[in-house]
């Protein structure tokens, strides 16, 4: 089966650095990505972490330890724009992509 | 840049008609996607293919059917819709080669009466 917990929300200020987390349990494993929804809008590809390890892009960095089958999504320089939720998704191989409920990030002034 | 567009923003439906919800993408992708969203639920797949005429059931088929005929172009029907298929569509595809991320449209809102 599939498991992947996110927080549902979280507050953080702008200027500031947010982590939002995700762990999974899952029977395949390729790869986890992340993606950005903003309300009534579609969602769009952030990153795609295979290997353990930090990858950095920009203000946004993506961590995964598939030992500890954990990842997070770090955003840095919070800006108002960035309040928007936030979907963990697991690669578990066959095409086959398993999300999770997805985080809501509130970016107050 | 990839292009996914569903044919509807918005739908309502009553309960009992046969709805059928369409996707083109126009990158030549391989693979096509239709999920739902709900509240506290995330997105569910419902169906996806890997090739025209193909088709392969997600983690929740039921009621629905879906219709590859071309390349770009994916359809998502709901039988005899129910009320409690109300929800958000959202279609998606992909290349098949790789780990490739999965390019979105902009959803459905479906409500069935």
């Known amino acids: 089966g599939q498991n992947i917990d996110q927080p549902t929300e979280m507050t953080a200020t702008e200027g500031a650095i947010v982590q939002i987390n995700c762990t999974y349990q899952?029977?395949?494993?390729?790869?986890l990505f992340w993606y950005q929804q903003h309300a009534g809008e579609a969602p769009t590809f952030l990153s795609y972490?295979?290997?353990?390890g930090l990858e950095e892009k920009g203000r946004f960095s993506s961590f995964l330890s598939r030992s500890k089958g954990y990842s997070y999504l770090l955003l840095k320089e919070l800006q108002m724009k960035d309040s928007a939720s936030y979907l963990c998704?697991?690669?578990?191989?066959?095409?086959?992509?398993?999300f999770g409920t997805g985080t809501k990030l509130q970016v107050i002034p | 840049d990839v292009k996914v567009t569903q044919s509807s923003r918005y739908l309502v439906k009553r309960t009992g008609e046969k709805v059928f919800l369409e996707c083109v993408q126009d990158?030549?992708?391989?693979?096509m996607f239709w999920y739902r969203q709900d509240p506290g639920l995330g997105l569910r797949l419902i169906y996806f293919?890997?090739?025209?005429?193909?088709?392969e059931k997600g983690d929740i088929p039921e009621g629905y059917s879906v219709s590859r005929e071309k390349k770009e172009r994916f359809s998502l029907i709901l039988e005899s819709a129910s009320t409690n298929q109300t929800s958000m569509y959202l279609c998606?595809?992909?290349?098949?080669?790789?780990?490739?991320?999965?390019?979105f449209g902009d959803g459905t809102r479906l409500s069935i009466l």
């Open positions: 990158m030549d992708h391989e693979n």
């Open positions: 972490n295979v290997l353990d």
């Open positions: 293919s890997y090739d025209v005429k193909m088709k």
């Open positions: 899952t029977s395949g494993f390729n790869g």
């Open positions: 998704a697991v690669n578990g191989g066959y095409q086959k992509v398993t």
């Open positions: 998606a595809s992909s290349y098949s080669f790789g780990d490739q991320p999965q390019h």
